[in-house]
């Protein structure tokens, strides 16, 4: 199993930065791609990036030149911590933002997520 806690959302106005964290913990030898996706008001669910075990990113077209994605180990070992650092903050980037992992090895096939950390971005 992978445990997954968000932090970092928050009140930003447009032009702002924000940095979100995610912190797997569990299985960690298990975890392959990492992904952060966003769910706006009324709208479906989006991917914006990924990273994977080797730290080959990928962006959605709106995170790309905006965003940044990246993957570490916790100091104490006992996490894998995803980061995705946003800068100039649009009002369309309002949403509640979700840490994505999918297993590999023994937790091939599963999927797992965070409980969702908002952001929104005032005009």
């Known amino acids: 199993q992978v445990q997954l806690v968000e932090s970092g959302g928050g009140l930003v106005q447009s032009g702002g930065s924000l940095r979100l964290s995610c912190a797997a913990s569990?299985?960690?030898?298990?975890?392959?791609?990492m992904a952060w996706y966003r769910q706006a008001p009324g709208k479906e669910r989006e991917w914006v990036a990924h990273?994977?075990?080797?730290?080959?990113?990928?962006?959605?077209?709106s995170a790309l030149g905006r965003f940044t994605i990246s993957r570490d180990f916790a100091i104490d070992g006992a996490k894998i911590v995803m980061s995705l650092e946003m800068r100039d903050l649009k009002p369309e980037d309002t949403a509640l933002y979700y840490c994505?992992?999918?297993?590999?090895?023994?937790?091939?096939?599963?999927?797992?997520w965070g409980q969702g950390t908002q952001v929104t971005v005032s005009s």
């Open positions: 994505n992992v999918r297993g590999v090895k023994y937790l091939r096939g599963r999927e797992f």
């Open positions: 569990g299985s960690m030898r298990n975890i392959g791609v």
């Open positions: 990273i994977t075990e080797d730290e080959i990113t990928c962006y959605s077209d």
